[in-house]
Structures are given as C-alpha cells and as structure tokens.
C-alpha cells in the first residue's frame, strides 16, 4: 500500500500517521518528492485488512491510497500457475479442450427439452443446459418450471449422457438444485448476490459464474474468491458480455476479457455469445473469435423453433446453425491447437 | 405491439404472420410502406404476454419489434396521478417533505452507533441508517454485525425515536431483519436479486428499492413492480449512482433520473449522494442539487470518525460537515416549496 | 511517478532501471515489500515528459507505473485559488453570479431569431446563443446558416445589447466566426479536436469548452489546458452529459463533475440541461439542480416554436417553459449566495 | 415513420397532425389501440428530412417517434450486395484477404522507421503505418514530425514498396498529407469532426474510418456516410475498441461489431487491437479473434523497442511477438476460408 499525502499535509499529520502505522506493526518508507510526500506501508494490507485501504483514504491529508496487491489470491493465476482443469463427468474443462454447453434457454416442455437434448449431443455437444429457475426483467414474464424442469433435465441427462448445467438464483434453492444439476449457474444477475456465492461456495459441484454485466474484470475474480473462500475451487469464469452505450447489440462482449482472465487466473474462461450479442446472426462470428482468442468454451443456446421459444428466441441458433457452427468451430479449435 | 418486416419478407411470410395474429385474437393494421411493411398488433401484448415481442422479432423475416406500452403498470404515474406519500411513524415521505436518512454506512459498535444517533437526531435527520448485514465486493472485508447489528439499531430508536433502515440481502433473512427495521433496504447489487424482491413484496413494511449501479430506469421501475406486484405498493426508490467510464468519482450521480422517475411514477424518489460520489468534498453540493431537482429525501453516511470508520469512510461526511449540510438544505427546500 | 515491479523482477532488471533513472539526473527511491519492489523516481516528471510513464510501463518487468502529479497545471485549482472571472462586455462570468445564456440550437431566420432575442433579453438571459455552423450526426441534415448566420447574431446583438456566443467546427473558421461572436463556443464532438483548441487558444476571446461526451474530467481539464498553453486563459468549462448505457434520457448529466471542477480548477463551470436531458420536461429540473450544485450559469435551448426547430424541438423550453424557469432559478441562487 | 400519440392527446390534436402530414404529400395511416393512437407516415421521412423526426417528437402530444429507415445509404449494405474491395498499390483490401497494416506508433526517426518497415514487409506485413501528425490527450506530449514525418513514410514506401497509411487531424493539412499518403486514416477522436470528413470525401484516396471510442455503428456508418457523400467510396472502417467501465484494459474490443458491420454494410471492417487493448499481452489473442468473426485485417504497433517509444510502448508488440503473431494468424484466416 502506497500513500499520497495531500500538497497541503502538514510535517505533524505526516508523523501522526507513520507513527500510526509503525503502531500496527508495518514498516515505513517515506519519500519526500517536491511537490508531494509518500508513504509506503510495508508489510501490508493483508487481504483481510483492506478496510485500511478506504481508512487512510478517509484521512484529510491523504490524497489517495494506491494498493500494490490484487484483492483477490486463490483464484489468481500465481496460485496454481498451470490452471485448473475440471472434469465433469469425464468431459475435460480447461486445459487443451474446447466444451461446447448447449440447449433451450429454458425448459418448456418434455418433448422441446428431448428433442433439443437428442439434437446437441449429436452435434457434438459436451453438455447440456436449460434453466428451471429463470430470472426475468418483467415481473409477468414466465419464471421457468422449476422442480419439475429439474426433473426432466435430469431425464436428459439419463437419456443422452450429457451432464446437465442450470442455473440456481437464490439461496433457499441451492440444495433442491444441487439434487439435479451436474454444474450450477450463477446468472449475470447473481454475481454480487454474495449469500448465494457463498452457499454454492459451500456446495461440492462445479460452478459457472458469469460476469455480472457492469462488474469488472478484478470485481468478477473477487466474486470467484468467495466462492473459492468456502473451499469450492472448481469454478468455470463466463464473459457473457457487458453493458454499453452500444444498442444495436443486447450487449457488448469483452473479448479483452479472455486473455485478461488467463493471465490473472487459473480458472476456465467460457463465452456466452447468444447472451453477449441478443442476436442469432452475429452468435456464430462471435463464437468462433471467442475460441481463437483462448476461451476454453461456449455455452450457447439453441432451440428447434426459436420464433416460439418462451425466452431468448431472438438469440437462439436454429438447428441448422448450430450444426453449422460446430463444423466451422472445430477448424478454429485446431488453429490453435485445441481439440473440440 | 408494431412488428417491422426486413425488406425481403415475401407476401406469404406477411400473410402467415397476419393469420397468426389473428388466430390469437388480436387486431391487425396492415401499412405497407415503399421500403418496409409494418405490422400493427391491436389489443397485445398484455404485459404478461411481452415473450411475445420475443418470439415475433426471432422470426427469420422480421426487422424488429416495438413495444408500445411501458412494461411496468403498477408503479406507473397513471396507477395513482397524485402520487405516493408513506408514512413510517409518523414521518411523512414523498409530498411536500424532504426527508433525511443519516447514519453510519455499518453498525460497528453501541457507542459510535448511538453517538451518531443522537447527533443525527438533534441535527434534523428523521430517519436512522446503519447496516447489520453489508455486501461486500472483497470476501476478506467486514460484513457486518448480523443480528447483534439489528438489535443495536432497535435500542437507537428506542433512544431517539428515529425510524430505522437497514439493508437485506438474503430471501433467508427478510423476516429476521422485518422483527427489527421499519424500512428494509435493497441494495444496488441485489436490485435484480427477484427472489428477494418478492419476499420484501410479501412483507407489510416499506422498501427502499436503490438503483442497480448498471439498470436503466425502466428495469429500475420493474424491480419495483416486482414488489408492487406482490401487495406492497409502500416502495421508495432510491438514485444512488450509475458506473460510467468516469473514474475520478466512485459513481455518477444520475441526476435527470429524479425528473425523469417524477413523470414516469408515482412513487417517492430519493438520492444516495454518498455512494453516487464516493467522495466526502462532493456529497453536499450534490445533495444540495438533488433536493433542488426535486427528490424528496437523502440517505447519507455520517460518522464520528470518517477514518476508522470500517467501510466507506472516504464518503461519510463528518458531524461537522453533516451540519453545515443541513443548514445550506433548508433554504433550498424552501426555495422548491418544500419542508425540511 | 512510482514503478512497481513485476513480482518476477529480477534484481538485474531492478539495478538496470534504477541506474537508467540516476543517469537521466532522477533520484531514487527504492522500497522492498514483501511481494513487490516499488520504485519511487524523484524529480519526474515533468509535465512536459509523460511519456515516460509509458516507456516505463512497456518494460517487461513493470507491472505498471502510478503517477503523481495531475496532468494539467495551468487550469488547475492551485495555479489561481481565488477561481477565474471572465468579463464579457460587462456580464461577469464566474465569481458569486449566475449567467444564463439561451437561444435557439441553430440560427434559421432573422424573424425566430430576433424574436427569441428580444424575448430572452426581456427575460433576464445575459447572453445569446445560436448555431450558424452546426454540427450532425447526419450528412443530410441541415449545418446551419454559416456567415449570414453569424451576421444575424451580431445584429441580434446590436439590438438587444446581449453578448452571444456560437460554435466554430473547423480550424479555417476560427478567424471569420471570430469577427462576430463574443464567445467562441467548442461543442462535445470538438473536444479532442486539438488543431481546433489551440487555434482557439491563439484567439484572443473568451472559449466555452464543453466536455466530450464521453471524455473524464481529466481528459477534460488536459484540453483545457490545450486552450491555455496557447496564452488564452479565458475558458468556460461545460457540463454537457456524457453517454451512458441510459437511454431514456439522450445523455446523463454528471453532476458529480459542477463540484469536482470547483476542487480542481480554477475555471467558470456551466451546465447545459437542454443537451444533458434530451427532453424539455426534464430541463427546468436539471436547470435547478445545477446551479444548487454550484454551477456558474446554464446555456439553455429556447425556442418560439420547439415543434417546427430544425434541430434539437424534443429539447428546446417554450417561451413559457423559460419564463417559468427564470423564475423558480431566483431563489435557488439566492439559496447558495449567488445573484441570477 | 411511425409517430405515437401520447394517451393524453386528444381528437383535434391526432387530426391537426395527420392534416399536417397530408400537407407535406404523406400518406397517413392512423391506427387506434385501446391506450394508444399510432401515426403511420408513408413515403417519409427521406433521408435528407430526418429533421422532421426531432420535429413531430417535439409536438407536446407525440409520446415518441420511430424511424424506420436506416440514417445512411451509400454505405448500407443493400447499396452494394456484393461487398467493397479495395485496391491500394496492388493491395486487395476486403474480399477474401486478410490485410495487415503494421509499424510504429509514431514515425521518431529515419532508423527506427526503416528498421521496422524492413522488418514488418519481411514478416508479412501488406501496409506501413506510422503517424507523422498525432492527437495526444495531453498538449505537453510529442506530436509527431510533421512534413518531415511523412517524407521518411514515402521514403520508406520507395524502400519496401509496401504503401503507406497515416492519420490527418486537421482540415488544412488534407493536401499535404494526400501528396505523401495512400490511405488516410481519421482517428478515433476526429470521427465526429465533420468538416475533416468531408474533406477526405472529396479526396480520392482510401480512407480509413476509426469508429468514436464512444460512438454507436450507426453513428459510425453516418460518419461514413459523409465521406461518401462527398464521392469518394473507398472506406475502410476499423473497430479500434470503445470505452466502458472496465479499466484493465485500455478501452474495450467490440467484436460484435465486426459480423454487425458486415450485415449492415458492405464496406471492409478493421481492428486495431494495439488501442482496443492498450496491452502487449493481450494484443495477439484479440488479433487471432478479429480475424476468426470476420475482420478483414488488422492494423497493429510494433516498435524494434517499445520500451523507448515515445508513444504507445505498453500496446506495440516487440518484433518477436510480431514475427509470432503472424505465424499463428495464418491457419485461422484459411480456417475461415482467407489468405493472408
């Protein structure tokens, strides 16, 4: 931690903070420049103590506080320099594979779920999603099956061999949902609903997180440190896109993110490109520049009508572009010496 | 509803649309234009049928859909023309009142705690802040004093006959914290949390609804009916700072949305001039500014000790400033017509 | 400046970096943290070579580089506490007063534009303002009336006694739009068009600067200091709204920014509410924020009839709307010490 | 145009509008909902009466307008089905050609210019890029050689053969720097600096178009469509990154806007991962992922020592990373059917 004294801060304010901190036990380098004082803190803020951090700040002859390290550890890449791998169910997340997730944005019915599930699988999809649960902006909108759409996820699976991911939105659900589901979501919604991380942190089952759509970079790896913090280190990062001033998009996808991600974490980097462009013609062209910039997977929504899907049809890849997409995904994948 | 065909849709494309639409029951108003034909949808969407701007605009000859309607009603300015007033023991919110909320951002200790209660009493405040249960973007920093919190600000009001207001963050603890607030908060990372906000809408106590940080004020006014559409109409919405690329201040204070929340509800709005600075120097003018603008009430951090205070130091006006404020408020309100 | 080495630094890279500084005439001061090593560089840098900043930074070894000093010294606070009143043919700009300039968006004939000058002057505006040269977002828009719109502005002036003020686009118009305006006004597409800004600043009369629409404070301050470094220290800094993802609104006025300019500059700061809200029934509430907040004057769109302006009606306050306005900004001004 | 009526607005006010339109020759189509009254305005607006959007908004009883039709149309899609190439000194640009514009920053000096256009046009490289004229945010930084700048450029060209591109920032300087350059490149901070655009418009020579680090595409394709306006078709649009909330990166890549500007328009579309990213380490990532959505080419920094550039060093690749990057480009441009 570096302190900046104000132009203005007297030679008795200065000693009263050094003297502070050498009190709490830091060490203290002091640098006199011309126009401003500096204090360094050594040996400080542990992770825990950056509440000092917003403290000196506070202080009316400090100009600002500069922290030196990354307010989050183990999900930073130093932590476990070779990055993580996750397997679920025997499909490899991480490392040189390229997993594709597909399915409706929502579980509407047996037959669309069956006929969807049966498709993607052999098509080359390593897992299949769907939402029971299904956060919405409109409080009239359809809020998905629930239980009962766990239930036929869960068939699915049984009938495919496709591990199942869905997404959970609140605390209360967490259990119910983790008797079905092979990977759990947490929506763009959820990333700062911070009882929720916690208790899937508290579960023993992969989790994808999603970027909350105005949180940054350091912001979505401090939400994985809470999941981390409770002891669940399989944790798969998704950029779903961020909002912007941009409207011809749903939002704007931060493909800076990828490898941004790679080099400050160890965790699996997926895109969501259905989400991240809200439209069904740019989905493709955007999958296949996520894959080349590193993700280590798409998850992708697609629907045998999308004109009649409940939610999200204007995003959702007929079949016929979904099987497209796999044939052109997989040239890509082996550029850069990845398998799909 | 009015459905855009992209130039190339054929007349058959038009014609199965038309007959759709009217297999629905809905009216048709056909208008073909030299380079587009528009759809005109009579009697739709119901605003529990929106999935159906979804599902007409995933049509492959479709150009887009517009919305006729607000996508909120009982929140709306027609729901109720001459708007809202709550009262919470006997403080009037809304109408002609400016009322203020002060406190401390955390509850640390009965000493800073009442110390700042009696102050804020004795300096105008009607209403005291203070939270037992704080979301945090670092899982390593302070989260509040939980029930021990809540049980401190009950014995502040009992002390100083302030109402109080405290935030929830889990659908678990909606009824613990109910057994103590007057006035549940939502913060602005849970404004899209919808489980919670149904279960504040089953509660009989007033809600303040802040911003999320990233939310237009459309999605703003749908959190909001959430709750409207659970029983509660007692919401209080509450402008705390949209994230812009704008880094010298913690937020922007987006002023246009006190006006703007004025013509499209009727329900009360305050400002949060702390979180939309994060800056001590600039929270009065902007305080000032939101009264003048037409809000009816401030939430702001105070503290005894902006810099040991635990969270949020750098934006909690001192006692000092917290009365200077008040002073330069009051010929403001009058100057709007208004009672402080 | 401070230079945080990467923590793979080696002390090699380390020696070679300080004895790089020492060589350039910088003193040196070097700080070991426990996971980090923090250069402190003394003497630097000048303003004058920022550059450094990013050749340090571009070392392989650097994790990044803090500067220290504001990037702007002749427009900041610091440099004329006592803050900058600009005299325009007797109208004080800045100081304990509150300017109102108004006029039409766009010069159209001399009947609107007398009239709207009679009418504002009668009003209580100080100075009138009026596009001969306007910018668009489309080519096939209207672009003003160029010098015969200019001429019209001086003969509203020699009418009415008001100073006006109008917008130049292009560096080849600074010396014509010179020969008529009292103010020469750069609009928020101009504000990174440094050719322009210091054309303006060889000028030798007073510049309102509006901010780019999605430029910080800083940026802001830095073309300030453009204008400035040229010899021309008459500059009116404008809060225009920024753009945001909000869209209700055509832009968001930043009313953090009226405060924070006070902090960090010396400079006049106005608001124009007619661009920051895009909508006429938000101005007069904007209007009254601003000036609460500490703003030195408004520029205001009016209109004799917004419906048939060939640019900005949407936004533009009937004659009545303004009346109204000038009105409820009296005691407004009066409540923070100011004359309107 | 599609004109809605607020609910308030009576019969005398719908008709005194549809009077009016009926006047200026349009055909009206009225269609009454329950809450709403929906104008449908036939054979209007041409583009070059788009003005009359702002007007009929500005009626006190229109809730809002819709314009149907894009604001541009040279530059639209359906102009040129086909899609633009474009042909510089032998150099196809768009098409199925992957082109890479490569050099420094900022032409310093004849070695460090010849030294990497040697090296770029023996790895590859199809254009040299360099600025002789740079735009700097703060008026204390270099910018640039000028005239003696673009001499070394075409000296350079004499030396490699590859043709030149360079940035022209003022209106006065578009003769000179067209006596040395091959393509113009307008920067992103002058896309709305219109008098600039019509000027290269009336050039004939390519230009490329940097999109408005806060401007939407539709706002970049009207800055296009001036160009073209004026004659001249040969534009290259290049998506150099816009600016967001998030702060790790210099500005944020908008990939989607890549497959949106191929369906929108039928001008080639660039990126510029060196701005986009700010980054080094992240420049070759979002370069192979521009090319897989779709790009056309890239225009990239490399300097023989970024750490002594007098600008950009931080995002300029050394000449490894380069050497490297082009390596790794060449099986994702044949994975999407291109040559490089």
């Given at each position: 931690m570096i302190i900046i004294l104000d132009p203005g801060a007297t030679p008795e304010q200065r000693d009263s903070l050094t003297t502070d901190l050498k009190a709490r036990g830091y060490g203290v380098h002091l640098s006199e420049g011309v126009e401003r004082t500096i204090v360094g803190v050594i040996g400080t803020p542990d992770r825990d103590k950056s509440y000092l951090v917003e403290q000196f700040e506070a202080?009316?002859?400090?100009e600002r506080v500069v922290p030196i390290?990354?307010?989050?550890?183990?999900?930073?890449?130093?932590?476990?320099?070779e990055g993580t791998v996750i397997n679920v169910n025997g499909v490899k997340i991480g490392g040189g594979n390229v997993c594709v997730m597909a399915g409706?944005?929502?579980?509407?019915s047996p037959e669309m779920l069956f006929e969807t599930a049966d498709f993607v699988k052999a098509n080359g999809a390593h897992i299949l999603r769907g939402g029971a649960f299904k956060p919405s902006t409109?409080?009239?909108s359809f809020h998905g099956m629930g239980e009962a759409g766990l239930q036929l996820l869960a068939e699915a699976r049984d009938r495919t061999g496709l591990a199942i991911i869905t997404e959970v939105m609140d605390t209360r659900d967490v259990e119910l949902v983790g008797k079905y589901t092979d990977i759990y979501q947490i929506g763009t919604r959820n990333m700062t609903n911070y009882s929720l991380l916690r208790e899937v942190g508290n579960a023993r089952k992969p989790v994808m997180l999603k970027r909350g759509w105005a949180s940054t970079i350091e912001e979505w790896l401090q939400a994985a440190e809470y999941i981390a913090s409770q002891?669940?280190?399989e944790i798969i990062l998704c950029e779903r896109g961020i909002r912007t001033f941009?409207?011809?998009?749903?939002?704007?996808?931060?493909?800076?993110a990828i490898p941004a991600i790679k080099e400050l974490s160890h965790l699996p980097i997926f895109a969501d490109p259905s989400h991240a462009t809200g439209k069904r013609s740019l989905v493709s062209a955007v999958s296949l520049g996520a894959v080349a910039a590193g993700a280590d997977g798409l998850i992708l929504e697609t629907h045998p009508n999308p004109e009649k899907a409940l939610k999200d049809g204007p995003q959702s890849l007929s079949f016929q572009q979904f099987g497209d997409l796999i044939r052109d995904l997989k040239p890509i994948a082996a550029a850069v010496g990845k398998t799909l």
């Amino acid at each position: 931690m570096i302190i900046i004294l104000d132009p203005g801060a007297t030679p008795e304010q200065r000693d009263s903070l050094t003297t502070d901190l050498k009190a709490r036990g830091y060490g203290v380098h002091l640098s006199e420049g011309v126009e401003r004082t500096i204090v360094g803190v050594i040996g400080t803020p542990d992770r825990d103590k950056s509440y000092l951090v917003e403290q000196f700040e506070a202080l009316p002859f400090v100009e600002r506080v500069v922290p030196i390290l990354k307010p989050y550890k183990l999900v930073g890449r130093a932590f476990k320099p070779e990055g993580t791998v996750i397997n679920v169910n025997g499909v490899k997340i991480g490392g040189g594979n390229v997993c594709v997730m597909a399915g409706p944005c929502t579980v509407e019915s047996p037959e669309m779920l069956f006929e969807t599930a049966d498709f993607v699988k052999a098509n080359g999809a390593h897992i299949l999603r769907g939402g029971a649960f299904k956060p919405s902006t409109s409080p009239y909108s359809f809020h998905g099956m629930g239980e009962a759409g766990l239930q036929l996820l869960a068939e699915a699976r049984d009938r495919t061999g496709l591990a199942i991911i869905t997404e959970v939105m609140d605390t209360r659900d967490v259990e119910l949902v983790g008797k079905y589901t092979d990977i759990y979501q947490i929506g763009t919604r959820n990333m700062t609903n911070y009882s929720l991380l916690r208790e899937v942190g508290n579960a023993r089952k992969p989790v994808m997180l999603k970027r909350g759509w105005a949180s940054t970079i350091e912001e979505w790896l401090q939400a994985a440190e809470y999941i981390a913090s409770q002891g669940n280190y399989e944790i798969i990062l998704c950029e779903r896109g961020i909002r912007t001033f941009e409207n011809y998009t749903r939002n704007t996808f931060d493909i800076n993110a990828i490898p941004a991600i790679k080099e400050l974490s160890h965790l699996p980097i997926f895109a969501d490109p259905s989400h991240a462009t809200g439209k069904r013609s740019l989905v493709s062209a955007v999958s296949l520049g996520a894959v080349a910039a590193g993700a280590d997977g798409l998850i992708l929504e697609t629907h045998p009508n999308p004109e009649k899907a409940l939610k999200d049809g204007p995003q959702s890849l007929s079949f016929q572009q979904f099987g497209d997409l796999i044939r052109d995904l997989k040239p890509i994948a082996a550029a850069v010496g990845k398998t799909l």
